[in-house]
């Protein structure tokens, strides 16, 4: 069974870079995955992250990068299914004494989250202590090739 990776918005936002030689660890890793068989997704969540902000910068390179990375996996839209579990996780967390952000914020982490559970898929993040425990997480440097 081939490896499914969800891509959280911060290497989301650095895969978008039009200039694959500012970050070539990163798309070198990118695209050994992707030659070896790794089935990429990409929440929706992180993608309106990412690309609120190159719309707010006018960034029309990097929002066409972005739109290009779709080709190489799966667009993962939000459900119904994964906003009532990012609503239960955002509430465990709380209980269990390690709420991110404040009580009114949205939360996307939880949104992301929940979203990588239903793909069954390891989440690829840079900050792995925001997310629940249900979910694996990995910082993409650390996850080798299978």
Known sequence: MPLVLAIDSGPLGLLSHPDPQRHPELNRWFAAHYEAGTIFVFPEISDFEVRRNLILERRRRSLRRLNDLHYFGRYLPINTAAM??????????????????HPKELNADVIVAAQAIQAKAVLITNNPRHFPTQLETSVWADLKLP
């Open 84 to 101: 009532r579990l990012a609503a239960a996780f955002w509430a465990d967390l709380r209980r269990t004494g390690r709420p991110v952000g």
